[in-house]
């Protein structure tokens, strides 16, 4: 009798349990069956928060939702309604993992090939390898507990599928999900890490259009580090990682006398001038040996590279004051009226050429930005010459103006005069 | 000039042209301390003139769609030759027409002009400005830019609240729900053929009332128009409207040349309303009016409340020749001249206040 | 002239004074209604572009466009690419990269768009196959007339 009454209470906790477990009307169903199963139903009528949220996760965890439930990573007895027997560790129950437990049960299935095309054909099946040779697998291996894992980054229950902008991994996000370890300072300083890298990435040009302009291919932390086998670029790769978006910028350095140099020096190319994490946008004023300009940390005056430099920062400045005046003039006759379609688009030509001499920068040939620099002065020498005849213009149709004041001036008189006879 | 004499003679001879000719020439013009008012109506009519001519030229180039309408607007600015003064000079006019339209209707009322018998003038006369008001309206959404495009859209909302007809007032405006280039292609049909052939016949009836009545002298002033002689219309006050035109011509032309009117951005149906929205100068007066209005008075929406109250003043503005019983008898009563001036401290202080930003 | 008239007397210098104010008066008119009048010649005679360009531009010439290469093109303020397959077909796109518009260009040795400034690349359908642009290129529509090369903007 008592069992009996157990079993309908059970029951009914089950039933109860299931329509709470049920996901909410509107919710996408995932493909694959809901396996209801014993862990969830128990687990969210108990007491103790921690217990319950595993539970609670389970509708929005995508393992759920495609039938890999708690038993599937947790094992012991899914079909079973008493915990002795669902939670055996005969039955190959393991409740709470170890750190160097999970990326091998966590392998278990995402290294599997063939299971893994059951569910998702297109997922990666590398991570755990990748993980393996990432700083933070290395120093699993060698027995730090402390470090991250797949549920640091990607959560143990609730996870999300990498594309669900609620996942700590969408692109937005990553950076505040590595911040965890990687923004707490003291905590990097037990493994000489400086620690400042979020801060610093947030300063960036990339940070900013990732997180204001949602532009999700901006960089992010995975992009230059790898995500499953992150480690720091060598030094001698920092060019081709930042090359992988900036292949023009790479081009025309591989071209210059400084690609050798810095390999046999071991300096990080790119890093050298745009820094590694706090990448600003770059300025002209960049460019020569004075103070805070980049050249000046290996070149000093009068050597050949500051004297490129000079030639470079010569054109450059030449270039945009040109652009500049012609803008300027352009502006003011657009305020007097006048509209200036012809000099906006020499404008903006003269705007391409400047962006492609800088990129040619990177050449560190004052010739070659040279060539570009012409293109921007002839562009810009156009605009200025139609803002020029606009000006003209402008003269033109005062001057008709006041031809056409005076001879009205001249009738008005006139017609007063003959007025003031005629009333005589 | 023989020829002219030959030309005339054979008119006269088969028209009779000498009764028309005297009506059109037997007025006389009082001269008194008020009689520079005299010429705001003809400056008007000046204007007006303007209008169409610079209108007609503008028809030659403009485009009625949405698609072309801002193109070919900018064409006509940058490619036509003189195309920006035809330009300026329109939209300048039209500002000036609306001014000294008002300056007449004032100068007109507070000298008791509209008192018996010049009631069918004074009522022709209001008509006119409210056609003249949609002749700026309906020319205003024309070159289809961002700020035309949406106070065209607050303008015409407000016609949605009129109880009963709303609904249908504001399909018949905005050729349909919303404001779209079947608006354009509507607005443009009231601007360059119904507004004109309206405006036409009823300045027709409105000068030759005119004519056959001759000028009203204010009251009180009668002694004085009496002791000093009066102008011959023509060829003297003729020629001194000459001489009216003549600096409102030059002023044109001034602002033409050194304010010319923007382009602008053309229009976009899908972007948001870009801030402070406005309507012409002309309308200020009951744009921050209405704007001031609580969303609701004693239950009943704020704007509906807002357009009632104008309708009423409007109706009430119009009936004052049989409201002002004083005038249909000669003298007319202080309480209207106190009304003339307090409409007129109303409308100059709201549009003053609204330029000042004192509306935000 | 001044101080002419006599009193009494009705020719001489009256008259010529007289004659001369009504000449002046005549011809500041006539110089007025001129002055008004020349704009409005002036302006009924079309410009040499006889229309605005709304929406249609003429491109290029085929001639000017062989197989497997691009050309820039104004289409209004905007920079449009005109491009001839190696099939030979003409296509047109707005050469504004949707990612951070900068101008993209035609390679004809990957035979496809690409843009400089970030790597990204387009397909000859204009359809963003790789690094960062998030759309396709805006299309339009091309109509050949002889040699001649129409690009057609939708509204």
Same mark, same amino acid.
């Given at each position: 009798m008592t069992s009996r009454l157990l079993a309908a209470a059970v029951v009914l906790a089950h039933v109860a349990a299931a329509a709470l477990a049920a *996901?909410?009307?509107?919710a996408v169903r995932a493909p694959g069956k809901h396996a209801e199963d014993t862990c969830t139903a128990c687990h969210l009528t108990l007491d103790d928060a921690r217990l319950r949220a595993p539970a609670q996760l389970a509708n929005s965890d995508i393992h759920h939702t495609q039938g890999i439930t708690c038993a599937g990573c947790h094992g012991g007895d899914a079909g079973s309604e008493d915990p002795a027997v669902a939670m055996n560790a005969a039955k190959g129950f393991v409740g709470k993992f170890g750190r160097r437990a999970i990326a091998e049960m966590c392998g278990s299935c995402h290294s599997d090939p063939t299971f893994m095309l059951r569910y998702a054909p297109n997922i990666p099946t590398d991570q755990l390898a990748q993980y393996r040779t990432s700083k933070h697998g290395v120093a699993l291996a060698k027995g730090d507990t402390n470090i991250a894992v797949c549920s640091s980054c990607h959560g143990a229950h609730g996870v999300l599928q990498v594309n669900d902008a609620r996942s700590p991994v969408y692109p937005t996000r990553i950076v505040e999900t590595c911040g965890h370890c990687h923004g707490d300072a003291a905590l990097m300083a037990r493994y000489g890490i400086k620690g400042n890298e979020i801060a610093e990435y947030k300063q960036s040009v990339h940070y900013a259009v990732l997180v204001k302009k949602n532009d999700l291919s901006a960089p992010t932390c995975k992009s230059c580090h790898g995500a499953h086998g992150a480690t720091p670029p060598g030094v001698s790769s920092v060019s081709n990682v930042c090359g992988t978006c900036h292949p023009t910028q790479r081009e025309r350095f591989d071209l210059s006398p400084h690609k050798d140099a810095f390999a046999a020096l071991q300096e990080p190319a790119c890093e050298s001038c745009h820094s590694n994490h706090a990448i600003l946008h770059p300025t002209d004023g960049w460019i020569g040996v004075g103070e805070k300009q980049v050249c000046g940390n290996c070149h000093s005056a009068g050597d050949a590279g500051a004297t490129a430099a000079s030639a470079i920062s010569g054109a450059l400045e030449k270039a945009t004051a040109t652009i500049t005046g012609a803008q300027g003039r352009v502006d003011r006759v657009k305020r007097a009226g006048m509209l200036m379609d012809d000099a906006d688009v020499k404008l903006e030509e003269a705007h391409q050429s400047l962006v492609v001499a800088q990129v040619e920068i990177h050449t560190v040939n004052p010739a070659r930005v040279e060539d570009q620099t012409k293109a921007v002065l002839a562009a810009s020498g156009a605009a200025d010459t139609l803002a020029a005849k606009a000006e003209a213009e402008i003269r033109y149709r005062r001057t008709g103006l006041f031809i056409s004041l005076g001879v009205i001036a001249l009738a008005l008189v006139a017609l007063i005069i003959k007025i003031r006879a005629m009333e005589r | 000039m023989r020829i002219l004499d030959r030309l005339w003679r054979a008119l006269d001879d088969r028209l009779d042209l000498a009764p028309l000719v005297e009506f059109a020439t037997h007025k006389e013009v009082p001269q008194h301390r008020r009689s520079w008012a005299y010429y705001f109506g003809g400056l008007t009519m000046f204007f007006f003139f303007v209008q169409v001519a610079t209108g007609i030229l503008l028809l030659l180039y403009y485009r009625p769609t949405a698609e072309a309408a801002f193109e070919s607007v900018q064409f006509i600015v940058t490619r036509v030759p003189f195309g920006w003064l035809i330009r300026s000079v329109h939209s300048w006019s039209a500002n000036l027409m609306i001014l000294a339209a008002f300056a007449h209707m004032f100068s007109v009322y507070m000298m008791g002009s509209y008192a018996r018998p010049r009631e069918f003038t004074w009522w022709s006369g209001f008509v006119l400005l409210l056609l003249a008001m949609g002749f700026g309206f309906s020319g205003y959404l024309l070159p289809w830019n961002e700020l035309s495009f949406f106070a065209t859209r607050v303008g015409t909302d407000?016609?949605?609240?009129? *109880?009963?007809?709303g609904e249908w007032l504001l399909k018949f405006l905005r050729g349909g729900e919303e404001v779209t280039g079947a608006t354009l292609t509507r607005f443009f049909g009231f601007h360059v053929a119904v507004l004109p052939m309206i405006t036409m016949a009823l300045l027709g009836v409105h000068l030759a009332l005119l004519q056959r009545q001759g000028m009203h002298i204010p009251e009180g002033l009668e002694e004085e128009a009496r002791a000093r002689k009066p102008l011959r219309f023509v060829p003297n006050f003729v020629m001194r409207e000459g001489v009216v035109w003549l600096v409102g011509l030059a002023a044109l032309a001034a602002l033409a040349a050194f304010f010319p009117w923007e382009l602008g951005v053309k229009a976009d149906p899908f972007t948001s309303a870009p801030a402070g929205i406005k309507p012409e100068w002309y309308f200020l007066f009951m744009f921050e009016a209405l704007k001031l209005l609580p969303a609701h008075v004693l239950g009943i929406e704020g704007e509906l409340v807002g357009l009632g109250v104008f309708s009423l003043a409007g109706l009430v503005w119009f009936l004052v020749p049989v409201l002002d019983r004083g005038s249909q008898v000669g003298h007319r009563s202080r309480a209207f001249v106190v009304l003339g001036w307090l409409a007129l401290a109303y409308v100059v202080s709201f549009t003053l206040l609204s330029f000042a930003g004192v509306f935000k | 002239m001044a101080g002419g008239a006599m009193p009494g007397s009705n020719e001489g210098p009256a008259v010529s004074r007289r004659g001369l104010l009504t000449w002046l008066l005549g011809t500041s008119l006539g110089a007025t209604l001129a002055a008004a009048l020349y704009p409005v010649f002036r302006f009924v005679i079309p410009p040499e572009v006889g229309e605005a360009p709304v929406n249609r531009v003429l491109a290029g010439k085929l001639t000017d466009l062989p197989a497997n290469s691009g050309k820039i093109f104004r289409f209004g303020s905007r920079p449009g690419l005109l491009v001839r397959t190696p099939d030979g077909a003409v296509r047109a796109f707005s050469?504004?990269?949707?990612?951070?518009n900068c101008t993209v260009q035609y390679r004809p040795d990957f035979q496809n768009i690409w843009c400089a400034c970030h790597n990204g690349v387009y397909d000859l359908q204009g359809?963003?196959?790789?690094?960062? *642009?998030p759309r396709p290129l805006e299309a339009y529509k091309v109509d050949v007339a002889g040699d001649d090369v129409y690009v057609t903007r939708g509204a």
């Open positions: *996901p909410p009307a509107n | 407000m016609v949605s609240k009129v *109880p009963l007809a | 050469a504004a990269c949707t990612h951070l359809k963003n196959i790789s690094g960062p *642009p």
